[in-house]
């Protein structure tokens, strides 16, 4: 079993920045990866951006330029900086963490809502 504890999010202008941090009971390098979600309200949860076991990192094509993934290894701990948020970034972000084979398990955080409005 993997815990996985965010923070960070709230209510921000447009054009603003965010960070949000997400904190798991286990080894980063015992994931194969750990990445942000994110869903709106009426839409379905996708991905926002994720980053591999050894460093490969992918964005949802929205948010390339704007928003970075990393990850402190030493703390268990992987980022996202949302930089000029725009109103459609608004939706509840979920940290995930992909572990195991055959099959492999999906792992989620409780949420963490993040508002763009003026």
């Known amino acids: 079993q993997v815990h996985l504890v965010e923070s960070g999010g709230g209510l921000v202008q447009p054009g603003g920045s965010l960070r949000l941090s997400c904190t798991t009971s286990?080894?980063?390098?015992?994931?194969?990866?750990m990445g942000w979600y994110r869903q709106a309200p009426g839409k379905e949860r996708e991905l926002v951006a994720d980053?591999?076991?050894?460093?490969?990192?992918n964005y949802e094509d929205s948010v390339k330029g704007r928003f970075t993934i990393s990850r402190d290894i030493a703390k268990n701990t992987v980022f996202l900086q949302m930089n000029s948020l725009k109103p459609e970034d608004t939706a509840v972000y979920y940290c995930?963490?992909?572990?195991?084979?055959?099959?492999?398990?999906?792992?989620w955080g409780q949420g963490k809502q993040v508002t763009v409005s003026s």
């Open positions: 995930n963490a992909r572990a195991g084979t055959a099959p492999e398990y999906n792992y």
């Open positions: 980053i591999t076991r050894v460093g490969r990192i």
């Open positions: 286990r080894s980063i390098f015992g994931m194969n990866a």
